[in-house]
């Protein structure tokens, strides 16, 4: 008996625990940009997951939005502010799979932060360099701002 309800506990409690295994995703793919975060806004909380998102089909399509279909995007990268300076790893496109797993050269970045399961968009005010991913490409963000 003890070993059934052991069994069962163990199953729940991993079903339970893996619900949000999106954000954990992240594919090395070889080739990746860093980026700086200087400072946030008093929105962000110790704890709070920062995220840079791709899309993962058509670029030009303008339809994917990060609020409405979230799963269009899939994560380059992402990072757990603890109140302090940090850089992130962004991944790009591994070319030699089928599959889109990273940025590609030039692609806009979706920066979100994740509270409650949700993606928050944000935006980055950039000290040097721009909002577009590229291959080994080092950028500083003097803040991140609530919205778009």
Same mark, same amino acid.
């Given at each position: 008996?003890?070993?059934?309800?052991? !069994?069962?506990?163990?199953? =729940?409690?991993?079903?339970?625990?893996?619900?949000?295994?999106?954000?954990?995703?992240?594919?090395?793919?070889?080739?990746?940009?860093?980026?700086?975060?200087?400072?946030?806004?008093?929105?962000?909380? /110790?704890?709070?997951?920062?995220?840079? &998102?791709?899309? &993962?089909?058509?670029?030009?399509?303008?339809?994917?939005?990060?609020?409405?279909?979230?799963?269009?995007?899939?994560?380059?990268?992402?990072?757990?502010?603890?109140?302090?300076?940090?850089?992130?790893?962004?991944?790009?496109?591994? !070319?030699? !799979?089928? /599959?889109?797993?990273?940025?590609?050269?030039?692609?806009?970045?979706?920066?979100?932060?994740?509270?409650?399961?949700?993606?928050?968009?944000?935006?980055?005010?950039?000290?040097?360099?721009?909002?577009?991913?590229?291959?080994?490409?080092? !950028? =500083?963000? /003097?803040? &991140?701002? &609530?919205?778009?």
């Amino acid at each position: 008996m003890f070993k059934t309800c052991f !069994s069962i506990f163990f199953c =729940i409690s991993l079903n339970v625990c893996a619900q949000n295994t999106k954000v954990h995703n992240i594919v090395n793919t070889g080739i990746n940009m860093t980026v700086a975060i200087l400072a946030v806004d008093s929105f962000i909380q /110790d704890g709070d997951t920062i995220v840079a &998102l791709y899309k &993962l089909n058509d670029l030009s399509s303008q339809t994917s939005n990060l609020l409405s279909n979230p799963h269009d995007f899939g994560v380059g990268g992402f990072t757990v502010w603890k109140g302090e300076r940090l850089a992130i790893a962004i991944w790009g496109d591994d !070319s030699y !799979s089928n /599959d889109k797993d990273g940025f590609l050269t030039n692609e806009f970045i979706n920066w979100a932060v994740l509270k409650n399961n949700k993606y928050i968009p944000v935006q980055m005010i950039y000290k040097t360099g721009k909002n577009v991913w590229q291959p080994n490409g080092i !950028s =500083i963000v /003097d803040s &991140l701002k &609530l919205g778009c």
